[in-house]
């Protein structure tokens, strides 16, 4: 006897591409249209591509999913482009203990670092800044970041030429009047989508972060540490 169609529809394993993926844990970006747009939010997992000029409140466009760490996770920072800035982490009620800085001497050394953080499944979110990144790379980082359950997001200055990754999610941002205007590019389970507004309180900028030097940075940490003992 054949089996309606309908029925299964209904299997947990099938999935059609007019429906997206409903009940996957999201990271609530707090722009509501983005989150709508994104299922809810970031992906909780995985390795996920920004593309934007830089300082243009790229970083701010995450605030509320970096607000999100858990007490006993670290949020490691790699080749960010200025020093964090204490008074900034007490805004966003983000302990100093938890934040790590990693300045690596080269590409190389800095995508290492970035592996390791992902693999010791002490990091909540590692944050990458790199000129590129090939495939091999972003595959790497991918799979490391899938199977010890973070997430990995790669800033990518949108200067250079748009190479497609293994990527549970490439975003694109640009400068409006008011804010910013998201381009979907890649979202796992989802559609493509352009034009949605996000709306930020201020002008656009990433200047509280990038430019304050002086007081109380975050810990400067040799990448020889990140290496797990044993």
């Known amino acids: 006897m054949s089996t ?3 029925n299964i529809e209904k299997h947990p394993l099938i999935w059609r ?3 997206p ?3 996957a844990h999201r990271l609530p970006t707090g722009h509501s249209q983005l989150d709508q747009a994104l299922m809810g939010g970031l992906p909780v997992k995985g390795l996920i591509r920004i593309r934007s ?3 243009i409140g790229e970083v701010s466009v995450l605030t509320s999913v970096i607000k999100g760490i858990a007490p006993h996770k670290l949020l490691m920072w790699i080749n960010p482009p200025g020093n964090l800035h204490a008074s900034w982490l007490q805004q966003q009620n983000i302990a100093a203990q938890q934040v790590y800085v990693v300045q690596p001497d080269n590409d190389i050394d800095a995508l290492w670092a970035c592996e390791q953080s992902l693999k010791s499944e002490a990091c909540y979110i590692v944050l990458i800044w790199q000129s590129r990144m090939g495939n091999k790379a972003a595959r790497r980082l991918q799979l490391a970041a899938a ?5 990995c997001i790669y800033f990518e200055s949108d200067a250079v030429t748009r190479q497609p990754l293994p990527l549970a999610l490439d975003i694109e941002l640009q400068t409006q009047r008011h804010g910013l205007t998201a381009n979907i590019v890649k979202n796992q389970g989802s559609w493509p989508k352009e034009g949605i507004p996000v709306e930020l309180t201020h002008t656009p900028s990433n200047k509280e972060i990038i430019l304050a030097m002086q007081e109380n940075p975050a810990e400067i940490v040799d990448i020889s540490s990140l290496v797990k003992a044993g």
Do not use: D, F, K, Y
Request: no cysteine; proline share 6%; hydrophobic share 25%.
């Open 4 to 6: 309606p169609l309908t």
């Open 17 to 19: 591409a007019s429906q």
């Open 21 to 23: 993926q409903q009940g």
């Open 53 to 55: 000029q830089l300082g």
């Open 147 to 151: 199977q010890h359950n973070t997430l």
